[in-house]
């Protein structure tokens, strides 16, 4: 093997390494958003919420990002987040085959 095919090799290496990290960053992302927080929860800017009640014509909120409550009820979407983080962990595991 040749000094500069080794370093071809080096690089293909890199470049997949570089791209499992992006895609590991991005499911990250999406496992943060998926957490049990006031915005995750289907009570969530409704009635429901009991930290998005009215005192004395007043909002009590906002709530979101708020640590959740004994209320918490999971929002549909966030099953979505996970399987978003999911299919990036698989790109990540893709992107360190050689060749990929």
Known sequence: ?????????W???LIRISAAESHLDSA???EHSARPCCGNCSHWMTDQCPRETHV???R????????SCD?????FSVESLRELA???????????????
């Open 28 to 30: 990250r992302e999406y």
């Open 11 to 13: 690089l293909d290496a």
């Open 71 to 75: 209320k918490y009820a999971e929002a």
């Open 60 to 67: 009590k909120g906002p709530s979101c990002n708020r640590l």
């Open 56 to 58: 004395n014509g007043w």
């Open 86 to 100: 999911k299919a990036e962990k698989g790109k990540a595991l893709t992107a360190l085959e050689p060749g990929a």
């Open 1 to 9: 093997m040749t000094d500069g095919q080794r370093v071809d090799k």
